[in-house]
């Protein structure tokens, strides 16, 4: 006989991932999402380059790429620190239905580290990032057209999700 669940600490639980869930959503920039949308929650973006925009809020700077949709297919948080808490928030996020993240081997440079879905589909790369003289925590997710736009862009620190080079094993 399995014991039995404890009702009210799981129901706790749930309802506090739902809530951060919706804080989240409303507060910050995801995966998927318009320039409209971005637009509508922080105002015109504070500058752009290309297909990338930059928007600036209390508490983060917030880049977005947007794919020839016109979805968002990077999303890019910096902050002076990015807890473990924001990073677990931020990756249920921007990929809530990804549950195995595998991470890549080192890739030459010391202060990033990169993951990849087990489907190959979605990245996460996090590391620092220089900002006007100060080094900046930076969290980025990038789909696969998301790593086509950062190369695109010479953005040199982000992954390129290349299925025949990049194992999961």
């Known amino acids: ?25 409303s507060a910050y920039a995801k995966i998927g999402e ?4 971005a637009e509508s929650r922080w105002g015109k973006p504070a500058f752009e380059k290309g297909p990338l925009s930059y928007y600036f809020t209390q508490n983060w700077m917030i880049l977005q790429a947007y794919d020839d949709q016109g979805t968002a297919a990077i999303c890019g948080y910096y902050n002076k ?3 473990d808490d924001d990073a677990r928030n931020f990756d249920f996020l921007n990929f809530p239905n990804v549950q195995i993240w595998k991470q890549l081997p080192e890739s030459g440079t010391e202060t990033s580290k990169q993951w990849i879905s087990d489907d190959g589909q979605s990245c996460i790369v996090a590391g ?7 080094n900046l925590g ?21 992954p390129r999700v290349d299925l025949e080079k990049q194992t999961t094993n």
């Open 34 to 37: 318009t320039r409209l949308e």
């Open 138 to 158: 930076c969290r980025m997710y990038l789909t696969e057209k998301g790593t086509e736009i950062a190369h695109s862009q010479g953005l040199v620190d982000e």
């Open 81 to 83: 620190v990015i807890t």
């Open 128 to 134: 620092t990032a220089l900002h006007d003289g100060v």
């Open 1 to 25: 006989m399995t014991p039995p669940i404890n009702s009210h600490g799981f129901m706790k639980k749930i309802l506090t991932a739902i809530l951060v869930a919706l804080t989240l959503s």
